[in-house]
C-alpha cells in the first residue's frame, strides 16, 4: 500500500507540493501562537514595568522605633531584621536604610513642618551645591525649601519636635536638587516633599543621636526586580502578601506599590494570549477548509484509484488508505517544517520566550504546547481530508470510474446552509468575549459562502447568454467558473481570507493612529522636558529668556494632587507651540482682565509704610514681596506701630532686579511668657490661645521705598477696592479701601481669621476650563482652586472640554501666568515642565539649563508611541496580521492545488473544443479565465465582505488593555489602506494563479 501512495505522490507532484505548503501553514500558525504569547507577554510585562513610576516598583519596610543614641547600629540591626524576614525580592545590596522624623523650624513670624531624614548613598542621587552633611547637625536644604524658607548656605537654625521644647542646632551646608528624580532610589514617598509640604531636609546620621529625635521612624527600601513582575511564576502580589503578614507579625509594615502595574501587565498578558488564540484559530480553520478543499479539489484522480482497487476487490479500508495517504504523507512531512517555522515566527513576532504561565511553565512548557497545538492541527487537517473521503468510499465503482462526478447540488447547498448558520452564530456568541477579533472573519464567512452561491448561479446564466450572442472567451471562462467543481468554495475560501487580511491590515494601522493620538494627548506638545524651577515664576521667565520668540517653548506646571488636579500653560504660548487639538473642543480665553496691568513695583532696598494704629496694642505689617525674575519670595517685617499713627521702615533684601508686592499680613507682638523676645512680631498660631490674641486695626495710607526713593502704594492705588482681596475660604479680616488709605481689622480672638490682604495681580474670578465633573465643593459654593499653595482664589468656569492634554477627562486648565500672579504667595506643589515645538532647535535645551532650569527628563509623541506598541493590544494587532497572512497563503495554496488538479481534464475539453474549431488563442485563454474569475470574484467579494464585517461587528476592539479610547476613534477600515491591501493581494494570487497555469500553453490545447 505504501508503493501504491509512493507511486501515487510521484505521478501528481504538483499537487503533493501544494499540499505539503499547507502542512507547513497550517503547523506554523498552530505552533507560533504558545511562541508569540510566551515571548510577547513577558516583553510587554517588561515594557511596562520600565514605563512605571519608581514608587509602582519599590517597596518600602517601616518601623517607628528609637536609635537608643547610636542611629548607626540601629539602622544595620534594623537591615538584618528586615532581610532575614524578606527573601527572594532582589539582591540584597541593592536595598538603602534611612531614617526620618518631622521636626518644626521657626524663621520669624512663620513656623514649617520639615522631614529631617538620613538614608545611605543620597548624596550619589543629589547635585548638591555645597558639601554632603558628615557630622551631627549638619544638614542640606533644596534649593525650593531654602528659597521658600529665606535660608542660605552656612545659616544656623534651631529644629524642635514640638512647639516650646528643647531646640535641636543645626547648620546648613548646602543645597540639593535631585540628580535623578524620577529614578527608583527616590520611589519611597517617606525621603520626598509630601503633599504641598516642604522637601525634606537631609542630614548625617549621627544628627539622631540627639534625644529631641526620639521616635523616628526606621525605613528599609528595595526596588522589585523585573523579573518579579515579568516571570509568569512570580506572582509579585501573592509574595508580598505573604512577606507583609510575615513582617506584620514582627511589628513591621510593609509599604506595597499599587496593584496598578500588576494590573497592567495582566491586562496585557490576557490582550496577548486572546490575540494570539484569536489568530491562530482563524488560520488554522482557513488551513483546514484550504486542505478539505485540496482533497475535494484532488479527489476526481483518485476516484479512479478507488474505482480500480475496489474492481479488484480491495476493502474499503485500503481504499481509505490509498485515498488519505496521498494527502496525509505531504501533511506529516510538513509538521517539523512548520514546528520549527512556528518557532522562528513565534520569536521574530514576539521576542525570547520565557515560557508560560503555570502549569505550562518553562521553555519546555512552551514546546510542549506548541507540539501539541500543531499535533492537534494536523490531527484535524487529517479528520478535514478523511471527511472528503468517506464520500468515495460510499460510492459506487461504475461511479467512481466515471469521468464526470455527480454534481450534487443540493447536497452543498445544505452543507452552505449550515456553514451560514454555524458562522453567524458563533459571531453572536464571540460578540462581548476575548476573541471578538473573529468576529469580522465568521461576518465574512456568511458574506463570502452567501456571495459564492449567488456567483455560481449568475456565472451560469451570463455564460449561456454569452455563448448564444457569440462571446465566446467570455462565455466559456463563465461556464469555467460556474462549473469548475469546488470552484465556489474555493472563491469563498478566497473572500474569508482576502476580507481577513483587510480587518487585519486595518487594525494594525488604526493602532498607529491611536496610540499617536494617546501619546499626544498624555504628552500635550511634541516633545516635553520634565525640569525642575524654584518656583512658576522662576519657570516662565527661564522659559521666555530662552525662547524670547514664544514660538519653540512653553512654559507648564501639572498638579495632579489637586483637587481637581490642574494644569496650568501659559497660553500666550499654546496656539503656537503645541497647538489645541479638536477632540478638546473649543477653546476659551483663559487671560483674565488685568493680567499684565503694571502691578507694585519695589527696585529699592529699604520700604517704608505710614500707617494709623486705631487698637489697644502694638501691631505690626508683614510685607510679603516676589522678585519678578527668581520668584523668590521675602517678607519684610515693618514695626510694631504702637497706637496712633507712625511710620516703620525695614531693609529689603533680594530685589536687586524688581519685585512685586504679593500681600500684606497683619501681626502682633509675641505674648508674654511665650519665650523669646517680648517685642518680637509673630503671627497668631492654632495653638496660640485666644486671650494672647487682642483686636487689631491698621490704616495703611502710604507705602514707599528709599535708595532708590519712589513712591510703591499711592493713595489711588491704597483706596481702590479692585486692587485688593481676601482668601475666599474661611473667615477673613475685614479690609476697607477708600478715601486713598487702606484699613485692615481683627477682632478679638482672632487666631482662625485669615489675616492676609493679597493684591490683585489678575482679575478674579480666574477663567478655567473644566473637564469632567465640578468637585462636590464647586457644586456647593463658589469654586475655588488652591494655586500652587498661595492659597484659594475664585475661579470661573469658562468653558467645558470632554478631555485635556495630560490630565485626560478630568481636571482643570488655567492659564499658568495668571495663576502665579494670583498664587504668588506660594511654590508649585506639582510637576514643572517645558512644551517643545516640533521644529523647536537643538540648542534649545541647553538655553533653558543657561535660564537656571535644571532639565531631569525628555519625552516625546514618537517615543510615547512606540511605548505603547510594545503593550498587549498592539502586539496582539501584529500577531493578528501574520496569521490573516498565513490564512492567505492557505487559500493561494488551495487555488494551486485548484488549477493542477484540473489541468488534465481542462487541457482534454479545451481539445475537443479545439477540434470543433476553436481558435487556439480562445482555447487557450479560456482554459485559464475560469481559475483567473475564480480569484477575480474571490478578491472582489473579500473587499466587499471585509466593508460588510467592519459595520456589522460593531466598533472595533479597545487599542489599549487599560481602556483608554481615542476621543476621535481612528477608522478601522480606511477606503485607502482597504484598496491598497485589495491590490496587493490580488496581485498576490494572480502571480499563484499564472505560474499555476504556466502549464496550459496554447500548444496543449491543440
Request: charged content about 15%; aromatic content about 4%; proline content about 7%.
Amino acid at each position: 500500500m505504501f508503493g501504491l501512495v509512493l507511486s501515487a505522490l510521484r505521478a501528481r507532484a504538483a499537487q503533493a507540493w501544494a499540499v505539503f505548503v499547507l502542512a507547513v501553514l497550517l503547523v506554523t500558525a498552530a505552533a507560533a501562537g504558545p511562541w508569540f504569547a510566551a515571548g510577547a507577554g513577558r516583553r510587554a510585562a517588561a515594557a511596562d514595568v520600565a514605563a512605571a513610576p519608581a514608587a509602582e516598583r519599590t517597596i518600602s519596610v517601616r518601623r517607628q522605633t528609637n536609635a537608643d543614641g547610636d542611629p548607626e547600629s540601629a539602622l544595620a540591626a534594623y537591615r538584618d531584621t528586615v532581610e532575614r524576614l524578606l527573601p527572594g525580592f532582589g539582591p540584597a545590596g541593592a536595598a538603602t536604610v534611612g531614617v526620618a522624623a518631622d521636626m518644626l523650624l521657626n524663621r520669624g513670624e512663620t513656623t514649617t513642618k520639615i522631614p529631617v531624614v538620613y538614608r545611605d548613598g543620597a548624596c550619589q542621587h543629589l547635585q548638591v551645591d555645597g558639601r554632603c552633611p558628615q557630622a551631627a547637625g549638619e544638614v542640606l536644604l533644596s534649593v525650593a525649601a531654602a528659597d521658600a524658607l529665606g535660608l542660605h548656605t552656612g545659616d544656623a537654625l534651631e529644629l524642635r519636635n514640638r512647639p516650646g521644647a528643647k531646640a535641636v542646632p543645626a547648620t546648613v551646608v548646602g543645597r540639593y536638587e535631585l540628580a535623578d528624580a524620577a529614578g527608583a532610589y527616590w520611589g519611597d514617598s517617606l525621603f520626598r516633599a509630601g503633599d504641598g509640604g516642604p522637601d525634606p531636609m537631609f542630614t548625617a546620621v549621627g544628627t539622631f543621636e540627639s534625644p529631641q529625635l526620639a521616635g523616628p521612624t526606621f525605613a528599609y527600601t528595595a526596588e522589585l526586580p523585573e523579573s518579579a513582575f515579568t516571570d509568569p511564576g512570580s506572582p509579585v502580589a501573592d509574595r508580598l502578601r505573604a512577606a507583609g503578614f510575615a513582617l506584620g507579625r514582627a511589628g513591621l509594615t510593609l509599604v506595597a506599590p499599587g496593584q496598578g502595574l500588576v494590573e497592567r501587565i495582566a491586562a496585557d498578558r490576557a490582550a496577548i494570549r486572546g490575540g494570539a488564540l484569536a489568530g491562530t484559530l482563524a488560520a488554522v480553520v482557513l488551513c483546514w477548509f484550504a486542505l478539505a478543499l485540496a482533497g475535494r479539489q484532488t479527489a476526481r484522480e483518485r476516484r479512479g484509484d478507488a474505482g480500480l482497487l475496489k474492481l479488484r476487490g480491495g476493502s474499503r479500508r485500503r481504499a481509505l488508505r490509498l485515498g488519505v495517504g496521498q494527502l496525509a504523507v505531504p501533511l506529516l512531512a510538513g509538521l517539523p517544517f512548520g514546528l520549527g517555522l512556528g518557532w522562528v515566527a513565534g520569536r521574530l513576532l514576539g521576542g525570547p520566550a520565557a515560557g508560560l504561565a503555570p502549569p505550562f511553565g518553562g521553555v519546555a512548557g512552551a514546546w510542549l504546547l506548541a507540539g501539541l497545538a500543531a499535533i492537534g492541527a494536523v490531527l484535524g487537517g487529517l479528520a478535514a481530508i478523511a471527511a472528503g473521503e468517506l464520500a468515495v468510499l460510499r460510492a459506487p465503482v461504475a461511479v467512481l470510474l466515471r469521468r464526470v462526478p455527480s454534481p450534487g447540488k443540493a447536497r452543498r447547498a445544505a452543507v452552505d446552509v449550515i456553514l451560514v448558520v454555524l458562522a453567524g452564530f458563533a459571531a453572536a456568541q464571540l460578540w462581548g468575549t476575548g476573541l471578538r477579533t473573529a468576529v469580522p472573519l465568521l461576518v465574512a464567512v456568511v458574506v463570502a459562502v452567501a456571495a459564492a452561491r449567488i456567483l455560481a448561479g449568475a456565472a451560469s446564466r451570463a455564460g449561456s447568454g454569452a455563448l448564444r450572442a457569440g462571446r465566446l472567451r467570455a462565455g466559456l471562462a463563465a461556464v469555467a467558473l460556474s462549473r469548475q467543481p469546488g470552484g465556489d468554495r474555493l472563491m469563498a475560501l478566497i473572500a474569508v481570507a482576502v476580507a481577513g487580511v483587510c480587518a487585519a491590515t486595518g487594525g494594525w494601522l488604526a493602532g498607529f493612529d491611536a496610540r499617536d493620538a494617546r501619546a499626544a494627548q498624555e504628552l500635550g506638545a511634541p516633545r516635553v522636558l520634565t525640569v525642575r524651577a524654584a518656583n512658576p515664576t522662576a519657570l516662565l521667565e527661564g522659559v521666555r529668556r530662552a525662547d524670547p520668540g514664544g514660538r519653540e517653548a512653553m512654559a507648564v506646571v501639572v498638579d495632579r494632587t489637586s483637587g481637581p488636579p490642574v494644569i496650568a500653560v501659559d497660553t500666550a504660548r499654546l496656539a503656537a507651540v503645541a497647538g489645541w487639538r479638536p477632540e478638546y473642543g473649543p477653546l476659551p480665553s483663559l487671560r483674565p482682565a488685568g493680567t499684565g496691568a503694571d502691578e507694585p513695583g519695589i527696585t529699592g532696598g529699604r520700604l517704608v509704610v505710614r500707617a494709623r494704629n486705631d487698637g489697644a496694642g502694638p501691631v505690626g505689617l508683614a510685607v510679603v514681596v516676589q522678585n519678578t525674575v527668581t520668584g523668590r519670595r521675602a517678607t519684610v517685617t515693618l514695626g510694631p506701630l504702637d497706637r496712633g499713627e507712625h511710620e516703620a521702615a525695614a531693609d529689603v533684601t533680594g530685589c536687586a532686579e524688581t519685585c512685586r508686592l504679593v500681600r500684606l499680613d497683619l501681626i502682633q507682638p509675641r505674648p508674654a511668657g511665650a519665650g523669646g523676645p517680648s517685642d518680637e512680631l509673630v503671627k497668631p498660631t492654632a495653638d496660640t490661645p485666644p486671650s494672647d490674641v487682642a483686636a487689631a486695626t491698621l490704616t495703611i495710607t502710604e507705602v514707599r521705598q528709599e535708595a532708590p526713593a519712589a513712591r510703591v502704594l499711592d493713595a489711588a492705588f491704597l483706596g481702590d477696592p479692585r486692587q485688593w482681596r481676601t482668601g475666599p475660604i474661611g473667615p477673613a479680616m475685614q479690609v476697607s479701601a477708600r478715601q486713598g488709605a487702606l484699613t485692615l481689622s481683627l477682632p478679638d480672638a482672632a487666631w482662625g481669621f485669615d489675616d492676609r490682604v493679597y493684591v490683585m495681580g489678575a482679575g478674579l474670578p480666574l477663567p478655567a476650563v473644566l473637564a469632567g465633573e465640578a468637585p462636590a465643593p464647586w457644586r456647593l459654593g463658589d469654586p475655588a482652586l488652591d494655586l500652587f499653595g498661595g492659597g484659594a482664589v475664585p475661579v470661573h468656569v469658562a468653558g467645558t472640554a470632554p478631555l485635556l492634554p495630560v490630565l485626560g477627562g478630568s481636571g482643570v486648565l488655567v492659564d499658568l501666568d495668571a495663576a502665579e500672579r494670583l498664587g504668588a504667595g506660594g511654590s508649585a506643589a506639582g510637576t514643572d515642565q517645558v512644551w517643545l515645538a516640533a521644529g523647536a532647535g537643538p540648542g534649545l535645551t541647553d538655553r533653558l539649563r543657561a535660564a537656571g532650569l535644571t532639565v531631569l527628563g525628555e519625552d516625546s509623541v514618537a517615543a510615547r508611541a512606540d511605548r505603547l506598541a510594545a503593550r498587549g493590544p498592539a502586539v496582539a494587532e501584529r500577531y493578528r496580521l501574520f496569521a490573516a497572512a498565513l490564512g492567505l497563503l492557505a487559500a493561494a495554496a488551495a487555488l494551486a492545488v485548484a488549477v493542477a488538479a484540473e489541468r488534465r481534464q481542462r487541457g482534454a475539453d479545451l481539445r475537443a473544443l479545439r477540434v470543433q474549431g476553436l481558435p487556439a488563442r480562445t482555447a487557450a485563454s479560456a482554459g485559464r479565465a475560469g481559475s483567473g474569475a475564480v480569484v477575480l470574484a474571490g478578491v472582489v467579494t473579500g473587499l466587499l465582505a471585509a466593508v460588510v464585517a467592519r459595520f456589522a461587528s460593531g466598533p472595533p476592539l479597545p487599542y489599549f488593555a487599560d481602556g483608554w479610547h481615542p476621543p476621535a476613534p481612528p477608522e478601522p477600515l480606511p477606503p485607502l489602506a482597504l484598496l491598497a491591501t485589495g491590490a496587493v493581494v490580488l496581485l498576490l494570487l494572480a502571480l499563484v494563479w499564472r505560474v499555476a497555469t504556466a502549464g496550459d500553453a496554447e500548444g496543449k490545447t491543440r
